[in-house]
């Protein structure tokens, strides 16, 4: 390490105490306590997008259903090949897909074939159109005839029913959020509506009395409340229902009132921001009549303090106020428990690594989370993706966070990166 590390909030800054909770420990014991939604319900296949599957869906005809053709070609028996791999077969009739050839093919014929046609009976290969020469070629072969060039092997250019699922075989597990290509799995296997886990409600607030929505004016001294924007947008991309509770004063009174009416009917609540010194204290004990939670101090940067636990019949988040903060406590903590209630298998941020192009400063300690822009290398000698800073990298600095498309992921040992060494970095995928 080289450079000083800038400081937060002396609350937030100094490296991790003997109290602190590793990222992972604290994922950990959270994703332990959360069980997915029971509730399900089951969707036609359009609406299922971005769902979570609740049961295995298996596979109830073989994909593809018949033994087909790959190519425009001539079907045969390859037993009719000579040991040169050529012949010349008396060309029967056609098959096109969805028209099969509906006869036997004899010793010595051959149906003229159309990619994704049925194979005919007895026929095990497809010579393709351009190794023929046949009626169409314009050359001298026995009127009916085709003659098929050398080098043509038994078996070749034909798709075996089942090849891509078997009949029976689980084509999507349960715990799968259902993409493009999955819809598409789905309609070939003929499933008009799927089962999948009920979207959560989460319900999320901000608090603080120097905030100010937009739309309203800001008295002196306020500012606009930026996380419940983000968390929307987070939210939203997780495909989770949500509540806005909007801002929510630094009082007793009102906090308890909000709390209440949240967990009474959603399955998770959010709070940012109150978590500085002076409002911890209040914040704690409200939380406290109300629930059982744990406030850990996690060995992280930026956001260290963090509240989870229940409240009445919902999960709580006590997320902290700097706006990006918020983004990467959500991001590591509050998606995957999202996930999981949802019922989804896949669980933690993708993570690989990337060269990193600048020398960062750090100290051991704590993980450290950076905006970072990825990108592939512009370096012949050396093909992997690389990564920069996206900018400033203060807690409250959301113009870094927009530029950014990943999180460069720096792990408590780390002491500091030189230009070229490799960091482990977290893509956005669409998340954000
Ligand atoms: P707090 O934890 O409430 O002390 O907040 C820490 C910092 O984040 C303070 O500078 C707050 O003004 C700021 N902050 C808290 N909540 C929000 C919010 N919803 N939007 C923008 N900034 C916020
Ligand atoms: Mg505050």
Redesign the pocket.
């Known amino acids: 390490m080289t450079t000083p590390v800038p400081m937060d909030l002396p609350s937030c800054a100094d490296a991790a105490g003997p109290d602190s909770l590793p990222v992972e420990a604290a994922r950990r014991r959270m994703l332990d306590d959360i069980q997915p939604l029971i509730e399900r319900e089951s969707l036609p296949l359009r609406a299922a997008i971005g769902r979570v599957l609740a049961d295995d869906v298996p596979a109830p005809i073989d994909v593809p259903a018949h033994t087909n053709s790959a190519m425009d070609g001539y079907a045969l028996r390859g037993a009719d090949l000579d040991d040169r791999g050529a012949a010349e077969l008396r060309v029967v009739g056609e098959a096109f897909a969805g028209r099969p050839y509906p006869r036997a093919v004899g010793q010595g014929d051959c149906v003229r074939i159309m990619t994704g046609a049925p194979m005919p009976l007895n026929c095990d290969t497809v010579v393709m159109q351009e190794k023929a020469q046949g009626p169409h070629s314009g050359r001298s072969v026995q009127p009916g005839h085709v003659l098929l060039a050398p080098g043509q092997r038994p078996g070749q250019n034909v798709r075996q029913a089942g090849e891509d699922l078997r009949r029976g075989a689980v084509a999507l597990p349960a715990g799968r959020r259902l993409t493009a290509a999955d819809l598409g799995l789905l309609a070939s296997l003929g499933r008009a509506e799927v089962p999948v886990r009920r979207r959560p409600r989460v319900a999320f607030f901000?608090?603080?009395d120097?905030?100010c929505s937009v739309g309203e004016t800001p008295a002196d001294g306020q500012?606009?409340?930026?996380?419940?924007y983000s968390l929307f947008g987070m939210l939203h991309g997780l495909g989770v229902e949500t509540r806005d509770l909007g801002v929510v004063r630094d009082d007793p009174a009102a906090l308890r009132e909000v709390l209440r009416e949240a967990s009474s009917d959603c399955d998770m609540v959010l709070s940012?921001?109150?978590?500085?010194v002076g409002?911890a204290d209040r914040v704690k004990q409200v939380l406290g009549e109300l629930g059982t939670l744990a406030f850990w101090k996690i060995a992280m940067k930026p956001g260290r303090p963090l509240t989870f636990g229940r409240l009445g019949g919902a999960w709580f988040f006590g997320l902290?106020?700097?706006?990006v903060a918020v983004m990467v406590t959500f991001y590591q903590f509050v998606q995957p428990a999202l996930r999981r209630l949802m019922g989804e298998s896949n669980l933690t941020p993708m993570t690989f690594h990337a060269t990193s192009l600048e020398r960062i400063a750090k100290r051991p300690g704590r993980t450290e989370f950076l905006r970072g822009i990825l990108r592939p290398s512009d370096d012949p000698a050396n093909a992997g993706p690389q990564v920069r800073k996206a900018g400033k990298q203060g807690s409250?600095i959301l113009t870094s966070m927009s530029l950014a498309n990943c999180f460069i992921v720096l792990p408590p040992e780390c002491g500091g990166v030189a230009p070229g060494d490799d960091v482990p970095v977290q893509p956005f995928e669409g998340l954000f």
Request: glycine share 22%; charged share 20%; aromatic share 4%.
């Open positions: 901000s608090t603080g120097e905030l500012i606009y409340d930026s996380n419940r940012s921001g109150g978590v500085s409002e902290p106020g700097n706006p409250g």
